[in-house]
């Protein structure tokens, strides 16, 4: 694969550095990506989903990058991450809290512009009475449940609601939204299911705009689009759609410092619990990462790691702070103290190291901890 972050080879950076591990995030692959969803949703907008610390990445830093690339809109899940980034952003760009308002964060959300997405009429009502007390309208966005069951106002009160608009002075709506529950699957039902919901929304409620998919309802098609499109983990190089070759470009490389190597005689238990038993004289390595960076004990005696294209597995439990490897298929003296072996990179994807681990790209991203080192480039 012809990318930057893959083509800086593992020997350019040893751990003379001293840390035990490095997190590249390549800055320029998430502009790209960027620009590649914005062309899929042209002439509709694409915003820019920046919850969880930009899935672990780092969103102040991610969203200064998207706003040069031209983004104007940043979901946040909590309203604590939207006043995070709120100074690393220029007045034009809007932030939404898509978990809505919580008692507590109407005054300060309302004093630093932060948009709550509206849920339920408990948050309608109490940005509304937030409106009155600054004495001005206060902009929102409501989100409907078209049939995920998690947030959103559901089917039963759409009629109430209606009215409500039509004598509520102090909101400005901006758009309104739901949300995709299997996006990531071109096949499913539910997609459709949900679009027609969200059309028969949209005809009830016709004087807004609609904002609907988020990355895997990208490549669904332009009925699924709106005027906004909210992606996430597509910006960050995970897979939009399951099982389909990936179109974004990897954002994240993760190298792991080798502390110590040994060859171990047939027999030998390696690990907590010994759940593996070496069957013949093994070489293994230990290696400066564990459960407590982010890689989980689902890794145990299942995944592998790399060196130059070589596969070495994963052998015994996951610790909280080292893995042991298998590395007899290397020539020895390959790996010494201080070599790196690849974790995620041109060998193994985030998707086969989520696979292997028994979860989903996004977990693993916002797993993977502050012990690294990280490098922007
Ligand atoms: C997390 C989230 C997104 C982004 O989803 P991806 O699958 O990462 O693109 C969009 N909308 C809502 C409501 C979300 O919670």
New binding site residues.
Partial sequence: MDNAIWNNRIRERTSDEGASGYLTIDLGAIRRNYERLSAAVSPAKAAA?V??DS?GLGATKIAATLLAAGCRHF?V?HFCEATEIRPHLSGEARIFV?NGLQPGNETPAAEAGIIP?LNSMEQLHLWSATARAFDRRLPAVL?FDTGMSR?GFPPEERAVLAEELRNNQDIEILFI????AS??DADSQQNGDQLSEMRRIAEEFPAFEVCF??????FLGSEYHGVLA???????G?A?NNGETNPMEPVVRLDVAVIQTRTVPAGARVGYGATYVTKTETRLATIAAGYADGLPRSLSDRGAVYFNGVRLPIVGRVSMDSITIDISTLPAGTLSLGSLVEVIGPNQTLEMLAADAGTIS?EMLTSLGHRYRRQYR
């Fill in positions: 989903v919850k969880a899935y979901f899940a898509l997405v989100q947030l939204m739901s949300h995709l996006a990531d998919a988020n990355s895997g309802g990208v909210r992606p996430g983990i597509a910006l960050y995970g939009p996004y």
